[in-house]
Structures are given as structure tokens and as C-alpha cells.
């Protein structure tokens, strides 16, 4: 029995030896042979299987996750109060009033809302709330936020402000106000990369309920207030999220002075955390003479290994470069609020990224604190005797991703008689994970088939058992050809003829021949 499996005419004679039962012999006075043909791949269809390797911009279920507050458990002088756990848009209203006359008619507005389990202590619950936007402006300056207040000269934090509690069933384990969150760090005013505001609190001990209150002072009188509140929710332990969640700012040696009139401060926050490479956050620290520093935090949901990475993504002005401000900005990585890494700019520069920002054009700057992490700030330092304004765009900052896998080949060409298998797919990495979906879904063994019209999404594995939050995605064509054919099964030959293989009759031709139905080398 003689089969096909590439493309190339022999002309090996035909012989006698011991071939099981693919050769059968006739006659004994007129040797002749009888052959039967198997399968046949023409000289123009070969088995091919298309390969088209694109990076799709898919996560692979390394997003954050998020548990809310499920339940309603008061609600006093409160619109909508079921808005509040609902994880959309949608939201509670808190009224207060100021009261007709000192201590009479006055209220509070007050919800209540539960998880569905006890949270443990140090977890970070992020209530997202609407209110006076020049009151959560301040506070998200941090231990500047009442400095800030003054600086608007409108704002007055113990007019109408709002309490935020954590309880373990009745027991209160947490309280704080709008009034001193900056003198707290457990109780911040964070925003996100849609510039939305959230309280942010972290209890150091269990809690399953969290109580806003929304309250106007007794001395506006006949006045009234509300605060919005959406949602309550916090993060479950996903080691592998990379998405930055929230910033905000602090700053040291700052006065109200120096805000007022040096341009200290940081605008449009939230364009550190976006995708847009167009937008960026500036910190400033305007014209001083004397030693102040500004430094923008930025948030993520995880304890990070210390195989983690990071990238900040900045510029400034080239003269400030010049005058050497890369030495007064640093980067600084925080574990529980605990400085666990800082570094100088310029420590960390190649003369790459240096010539970058020598010539005011964006640069990526990669850091490896070695330590596990879960906030990252940039802090720019006066340079005291300077007397130009000092200012610098942070355009980014982010985790490093496992790399994507990657390929060489658009196309790749394999035999059906091969079975194929993902482990075939061609590309420069090994231990690559193949999908069928493009996110989430179920590991593929080694040695799943491969399937015509298939799509299939390859991911590596990185040190810190994370895999590419990107994957190479791969479409596959199987193309199969039909056996070729004779009219004749059974054909003899003369022995005196020296017959080879290229005699055998088929109507096809192109046609290889083996010894064996499965594997060998071709005759």
C-alpha cells in the first residue's frame, strides 16, 4: 500500500521486501505487483492552515472587582435611598436643613447601607458621592485641604459637611467628617479617571455597614443642603488588575501665601489615570524662595509582588531640565501608606530618556522598586533658587503588563495527516496559553485540535503568575484535499520492465508514494 504526502515524484524501483501487508505479490513465472493507493496530496493543494496574528486590545479578566452594599438598612430625610445599591449611575439624595431658628427645625439626612459579608479590618471602602464641588476640590488635596478652603475664600468646611461611619452590625469601629479629613489618612477624597469623587475609608477594624450623613450647620439658618450618594462598594483580591484606580494630592511647606499667589498645586488630576495620551496632569509649584514640594498619589487596587514594574510617563519644560528640576522630582512607591521605595528622576535616567526631555518631548520611564507596592506618587521639589515657574505633566502611570506573545509568520502551513494542535501555532515564545475567547474563558490543552475558521488568543505567563493582559489573537483556515484516484485498484507490472513507483497508474499527477500507511519517508 503505497501513500502520499508530498510533493515530489520518485523513482525507486519497485521491490520485494518484507512490506506487511502494503505489497501483495501475483504470478510466480511474470513477478507483477498489485498496488492500492490511500490518500494523495496534489503537487498545487497541500495542506495549509492561515495564520493572522493581530494584537487585539482585549484584558484578559484582570480587571478589578467590585462588591457593593447590597442592602438599605436606614434611610432618613433620604430620596431614592434604593438608588444607593444599584451599581449603576443612579442615585440616593441626603437632604439637611440648617433649622428656622437655632436648634429648631433642623435635620440631617442619614442612610444606611450593609455589605453582604463582614469586610476585614484594612479594607478600603469607596463611597461615590456628589457634593459641593469647591469642598471636594479641597479635600482632595489631602493634608492641604484646608489650606485649599481658604485659598477659594467661599469654601467654609464646618458649614455644610458630612459624617461617614463603619459598623460591625451595631458597633461603631470607624467615624470620620468632612470637616478634618485632612488630618486623617484613613479617610481621603479620591477621584477617578472620570473625574468623579469618592470618600475613601479604611477602617482597622472588621465592618459590614457603612452610615453617611449629610449636615448643615445650625448657624445657616432657613437653609437647606444635599449630598449625593451612588454606591458603596470595594475590591475584591485580584493580584493581577493593573488598572490605576484613583489619585489625589498632597503637599509640604506649602502656605496659604504660596498657594494664593505661587500657582502651587495640581490641576486635572484625573488625566494621569486616562487613556487619552493627549491629556495629562500638571503639577505646579510656581515661583518660591523657599523649600515646598507638591506630590500627586496615584492608587491601585493590589499589593503588588516585587516582580511588578511600573512606567511613569512625564515631560517638562526642556529649560527646567537645564536648570536641573529632575533632580528635585521623585518617585516614590508606598505599601499601606508605609514608603517602601524612592528614587530620584534623574537617578534612574539613560541618556535615551534624558535627550527626551532635554527636547520637551514625552518620556517612559520604567521603575523596579523590588518591593511590594500598591501606590505610586510623584513629587516635584522647589528648587529654591530659581526664580522661574517650576511645573511638570505627568501623562501616565502604570503597572507593566506580562508581554504579549508575538509571531513572525502571517501565514502558516500544515498537513492534515499532521492532526495540529494550538502547540503548532508558530510563535517566538514558549509556554504561550491559548484561549478560544478573547477574554476570560478556559485554557486550551496543548493538544486541542485545531479547529478551521478558529480564532484563538495566545497569552504568556509572567513571573509574578500573572498572564498578558493583552493577547495575541490567531485565525485558523484548515484546507483539506481529496485522495487521489485510479482506475484500476490492482495493477501488474513485468518485472523485466524494471517498474519504479512513477508507474504506478493514478489520474493525477504529483502523486509521492511511502511503504507504510502512516508516517515513513517518502519512496
Not at 70 to 83: M, R, Y
Not at 469 to 474: D, E, F, H, I, P
Request: aromatic letters at 8%.
Amino acid at each position: 500500500m503505497l501513500i502520499l504526502v508530498t510533493k515530489y515524484k520518485h523513482t525507486c524501483p519497485l521491490i520485494s521486501s518484507n512490506l506487511d501487508s502494503y505489497w501483495e505479490w501475483g504470478h510466480q513465472k511474470k513477478i507483477c505487483m498489485r498496488k492500492r493507493l490511500l490518500s494523495f496530496l496534489s503537487s498545487n493543494q497541500i495542506l495549509t492552515i492561515f495564520v493572522l496574528a493581530t494584537f487585539c486590545t482585549v484584558h484578559s479578566g484582570f480587571s478589578q472587582d467590585q462588591v457593593y452594599a447590597d442592602q438599605v438598612l436606614s434611610a432618613v430625610n433620604v430620596d431614592d435611598a434604593a438608588n444607593a445599591i444599584d451599581p449603576s449611575d443612579t442615585y440616593a439624595t441626603l437632604n439637611s436643613y440648617g433649622g428656622v431658628a437655632v436648634g429648631i427645625g433642623g435635620y440631617n439626612g442619614e442612610l444606611g447601607l450593609e455589605f453582604p459579608s463582614l469586610l476585614p479590618a484594612n479594607t478600603t471602602t469607596y463611597v461615590k458621592i456628589d457634593f459641593e464641588e469647591d469642598v471636594l476640590n479641597s479635600l482632595l488635596g489631602g493634608n492641604l485641604g484646608d489650606l485649599l478652603a481658604n485659598v477659594l475664600g467661599t469654601v467654609v468646611l464646618g458649614n455644610h459637611y458630612f459624617e461617614i461611619e463603619a459598623r460591625n452590625g451595631g458597633t461603631t469601629v470607624f467615624s470620620r467628617s468632612s470637616m478634618t479629613a485632612s488630618e486623617h489618612e484613613d479617610f481621603r477624597i479620591v477621584m477617578d479617571s472620570e473625574g468623579n469623587y469618592y470618600a475613601a475609608i479604611t477602617p482597622d477594624q472588621s465592618y459590614n455597614r457603612i452610615y453617611i450623613t449629610d449636615k448643615t450647620s445650625a448657624l445657616l439658618l432657613g437653609t437647606s443642603n444635599d449630598m449625593k450618594v451612588y454606591n458603596a462598594f470595594y475590591f475584591t483580591d485580584n493580584n493581577c488588575a493593573k488598572d490605576p484606580l484613583y489619585t489625589d494630592f498632597d503637599g509640604e511647606g506649602l502656605t496659604l501665601d504660596i498657594l494664593s499667589l505661587g500657582g502651587a498645586g495640581v490641576t486635572n488630576p484625573e488625566n494621569a489615570l486616562n487613556d487619552d495620551p493627549n491629556s495629562y496632569s500638571e503639577l505646579s509649584i510656581g515661583v518660591l524662595g523657599v523649600a515646598a514640594s507638591i506630590q500627586q498619589n496615584i492608587y491601585f487596587p493590589n499589593v503588588y509582588t516585587p516582580q511588578d514594574t511600573f512606567t511613569v510617563t512625564l515631560k517638562t519644560d526642556p529649560t527646567l531640565v537645564t536648570l536641573g528640576l529632575l533632580n528635585m522630582v521623585s518617585v516614590l512607591a508606598y505599601e499601606n501608606e508605609q514608603i517602601v521605595y524612592q528614587t530620584d528622576l534623574s537617578s534612574v535616567l539613560n541618556l535615551d530618556l534624558l535627550t527626551l526631555l532635554q527636547n520637551g518631548e514625552l518620556a517612559e520611564i520604567p521603575f523596579a522598586p523590588g518591593v511590594g507596592f500598591d501606590k505610586v506618587a510623584i513629587r516635584l521639589s522647589t528648587l529654591v533658587s530659581v526664580n522661574v515657574a517650576q511645573s511638570l505633566d505627568v501623562y501616565a502611570i502604570s503597572i507593566e503588563d506580562t508581554p504579549t506573545p508575538t509571531t513572525d509568520s502571517a501565514s502558516q502551513e500544515f498537513c492534515a495527516v499532521d492532526a495540529p494542535t494550538v502547540s503548532d501555532i508558530d510563535v517566538n515564545e514558549s509556554g504561550v496559553i491559548w484561549y478560544d475567547v478573547a477574554d476570560g474563558g478556559t485554557a486550551l490543552a496543548v493538544d486541542e485540535p485545531l479547529v478551521d475558521g478558529g480564532e484563538y488568543y495566545g497569552t504568556l505567563v509572567g513571573p509574578n503568575g500573572c498572564e498578558s493582559a493583552t493577547r495575541l489573537q490567531v485565525t485558523v483556515a484548515l484546507n483539506d484535499t481529496a485522495a487521489p484516484t485510479t482506475d484500476n485498484a490492482v495493477q501488474e507490472f513485468c518485472a523485466v520492465d524494471a517498474p519504479t513507483v512513477s508507474d504506478i497508474d493514478v489520474n493525477e499527477s504529483g502523486v509521492v508514494w511511502y511503504d507504510v500507511a502512516d508516517g515513513g519517508t517518502a519512496l
